[in-house]
């Protein structure tokens, strides 16, 4: 069946059931739910294959368990979500109600990205069909052992509400071409560009969840061995490849010895043995293995210097494609390293002489997807909050403020447009559908012509007052 047809189709089962019932939609979401339990080794067996080497106790802490706890956060919420919210009604409208009610949208399309092809396929998902709407995803070309097993997953007990589609660029190109009643596309930002034009075709409404460089701000009083394992932990989850890790490191130039010194150490901890550590993941393929090889070839070339995190034989490196966290310092401003989204465990370190340097550092670069704050001091990190913009701050941790349910989770500029988890999610599937009612008696009676009335005259003259 071609993507245009699995559309009709699914306009066509939307059409049928406009306004899904609230045990309708938490029955397909305990059956997502059931289904990934149900799929779960073999959708880390999967992963696994499509990544070369990612830990299955990973790919169920940072996909699976995330995928589940959201599951239940819908469900404990929906029942809330679904109620009629009252508004007020001025008294010159008396008697009357006014309400907003949660519209499903229709046909929602998701364009899932390779780095976390199960969680970034669910999250959103879920959202959508607690909106309750019909939902089409577009699975990533670069991981089609995944691909297959949540197709058969989904294909199990969703279809009268979900559908898969795979394929290449080409396909997913048509897909963003599709008269949508509302597009998510996770990924780049140059890609997420192209997704907005193809949209705007058809007046489609777009969430991007793009990315960027997302900086860690360590400051004089930062703890750094108390830290370091959180900062770590974020930028090597994944091998890096997750679009809120940290990307570049910011710290007074006084510390950078003992903040390199003291990741390295921590890094040695957390992962023994690199080259056959079984935790550790590797890149997703040849091609962004090569991309991180020439950003860290063009820095070194240019005068910066590489602290590896641990060492690995060039040719098992490049075989198993297991490349190690390395930290760079003196990288001059014109190199790619320090201009693109890094994907991966390079992480430049940035020294500052006073903390109004910094800030102006982050400010002067597009705004980013996420920011990393390590400092105990309130009064400093009002002032990070406040001075600074990005699509979601977690302060003295990384990545976590992404698994907090009821917050929402978005970019802001180039790092995206629109958010979902929390609230936000259900309404980011939902037409908030305006609703004034009457009953048999209408005020608006008093403003019929003719406006000649001194009746009328009285009235307007007292609005106008």
């Given at each position: 069946m071609s993507i245009e047809s699995l559309f009709r189709q699914h306009q066509q089962q939307f059409n049928a059931e406009p306004y899904p019932s609230l045990a309708t939609r938490k029955q397909r979401l305990q059956r997502l739910a059931e289904l990934l339990q149900q799929y779960n080794p073999a959708l880390q067996q999967a992963v696994a294959s499509d990544f070369g080497q990612r830990s299955r106790v990973e790919t169920q802490l940072l996909e699976i368990a995330p995928s589940l706890q959201g599951i239940k956060y819908q469900l404990s919420q929906l029942k809330g979500w679904l109620k009629p919210q009252r508004r007020a009604v001025h008294y010159t409208f008396a008697p009357a109600?006014?309400?907003?009610?949660?519209?499903?949208?229709?046909?929602?399309?998701?364009?899932?990205?390779?780095?976390?092809?199960?969680?970034?396929?669910?999250?959103?998902?879920?959202?959508?069909?607690?909106?309750?709407?019909?939902?089409?995803?577009?699975?990533?070309?670069?991981?089609?052992?995944?691909?297959?097993v949540l197709a058969e997953m989904l294909a199990e007990g969703l279809t009268d509400c979900v559908s898969v589609v795979q394929g290449d660029a080409g396909v997913a190109a048509a897909f963003a071409a599709l008269p949508f009643d509302h597009l998510l596309f996770t990924g780049s930002t140059?890609?997420?560009?192209?997704?907005?034009?193809?949209?705007?075709?058809?007046?489609?409404?777009?969430?991007?969840?793009?990315?960027?460089?997302?900086?860690?701000?360590?400051?004089?009083?930062?703890?750094?061995?108390?830290?370091?394992?959180?900062?770590?932990?974020?930028?090597?989850?994944?091998?890096?490849?997750?679009c809120v890790a940290p990307d570049y490191v910011l710290v007074p130039k006084a510390r950078i010895p003992a903040l390199i010194s003291q990741l390295q150490a921590d890094f040695a901890k957390l992962h023994p043995d690199f080259a056959a550590n079984p935790d550790y993941s590797t890149v997703i393929n040849t091609q962004h293995y090569q991309r991180l090889q020439q950003l860290l070839s063009e820095a070194l070339s240019k005068g910066a210097t590489a602290y590896p995190c641990a060492v690995i034989g060039s040719e098992l490196q490049q075989q198993q494609r297991r490349l190690p966290l390395t930290l760079l310092v003196d990288v001059p401003e014109e190199c790619q390293i320090l201009q693109q989204e890094i994907f991966g465990p390079l992480l430049p370190i940035i020294g500052y002489d006073d903390l109004q340097q910094a800030l102006d550092y982050i400010k002067s670069r597009p705004r980013p997807l996420a920011l990393y704050l390590f400092s105990e001091d309130k009064r400093l990190q009002q002032r990070v909050l406040t001075q600074t913009h990005a699509g979601g701050v977690c302060i003295n941790d990384t990545l976590l403020h992404v698994a907090q349910e009821d917050l929402p989770f978005g970019g802001i500029g180039p790092s995206g447009l629109g958010n979902y988890h929390g609230p936000e999610g259900f309404w980011r599937f939902s037409h908030a559908k305006a609703v004034h009612q009457k009953g048999r008696f209408s005020s608006s009676i008093l403003i019929y012509p003719p406006f000649n009335r001194p009746l009328f005259k009285a009235l307007l003259k007292w609005l106008m007052r």
């Open positions: 109600k006014n309400f907003v009610l949660a519209q499903p949208l229709g046909v929602v399309g998701i364009i899932v990205p390779w780095n976390y092809p199960i969680f970034l396929a669910l999250s959103p998902l879920m959202a959508a069909l607690s909106a309750g709407n019909q939902v089409m995803l577009k699975l990533s070309e670069f991981t089609p052992a995944t691909n297959a140059s890609v997420g560009r192209k997704v907005m034009q193809a949209a705007a075709a058809n007046l489609t409404p777009v969430t991007l969840e793009l990315g960027g460089k997302s900086p860690a701000l360590l400051t004089a009083d930062t703890d750094l061995v108390h830290f370091s394992r959180r900062l770590l932990f974020g930028k090597t989850a994944n091998a890096g490849q997750t």
